[in-house]
């Protein structure tokens, strides 16, 4: 079977790019796995930087729901991977050529620097299928976007465009389509450029400093998303947006 993401080493930096481009590069158990395998290896001494990317038209559409289980408690493996992703050693750079939607949206922003098309959007739908995040996955949006905001993208779950995301501070960069990898390589030049102690320095700096939020106790939190995950409204929601039609909640 082949792999769901490809990985290219040169020198100074590594890409890794989402291969799953025909299924909207939705986030099966096999690809999170290789992801988290993938930023989960100790960076050779050459290498300055990753660059996380994807094929097809959309960057990522989140967890694919065909292979949706019902949520159960302790670390999913989204945010197993997605640890591994903001704990790297070395900066990451996510290069958004399409929407980015709930897990994607999540993996976008785990990167440390983000480059976007202006016609991608980044959106938390989770509300509108009857789901929540996780302690972990909320926390990641409160710290790039702050209460009032994340509030917007969590309770409506419409997407946002890249400007407002620029705007809003969200992520780094964006560009028009046809500029998008020449602004990525700016950024990826000025990384590669810059003396690696110190960008692991920093990288480990910033990481430590925004886990403030881990410590609070938040099994009873947990519990309430448990059991969003497990609902009949979780089961309408899923199906009624594979099958392209308004759900209908009941709130059980």
Not at 73 to 78: E, L, M, Q, R, V
Not at 90 to 104: F, S, T
Not at 158 to 170: C, K, N, R, V, Y
Not at 190 to 219: Q, T, W
């Amino acid at each position: 079977m082949p792999n769901k993401i490809r990985i290219e080493s040169g020198g100074a930096v590594r890409t890794v790019t989402l291969t799953r481009g025909d299924k909207r590069n939705a986030l099966d158990g096999e690809m999170l796995n290789e992801l988290e395998d993938a930023f989960s290896v100790t960076p050779p001494d050459a290498e300055r930087l990753t660059v996380l990317r994807a094929e097809g038209p959309v960057f990522c559409a989140g967890l694919d729901m065909r292979n949706r289980e019902g949520t159960t408690a302790g670390i999913s493996p989204i945010e197993s991977m997605l640890y591994a992703v903001e704990t790297y050693p070395l900066p990451v750079v996510g290069v958004v050529q399409g929407d980015a939607i709930a897990g994607g949206n999540e993996l976008a922003l785990h990167c440390d620097i983000v480059v976007a098309s202006s016609s991608a959007r980044f959106g938390m739908s989770l509300a509108q299928i009857g789901l929540a995040p996780t302690w972990f996955l909320a926390k990641k949006l409160l710290e790039v976007a702050g209460p009032v905001k994340t509030r917007e993208f969590l309770f409506l779950g419409d997407p946002f465009p890249a400007e407002q995301m620029h705007e809003m501070g969200l992520i780094a960069r964006v560009a028009p389509p046809e500029q998008l990898e020449a602004e990525a390589e700016k950024i990826i030049d000025r990384l590669a450029a810059n003396a690696p102690l110190s960008l692991k320095a920093m990288k480990a700096l910033l990481v430590r400093e925004m886990c403030f939020r881990d410590g609070i106790y938040h099994k009873d939190v947990d519990q309430l998303v448990t059991l969003c995950g497990q609902s009949e409204d979780a089961k309408e929601g899923v199906a009624a947006r594979l099958e392209k039609r308004a759900a209908k909640f009941h709130g059980r």
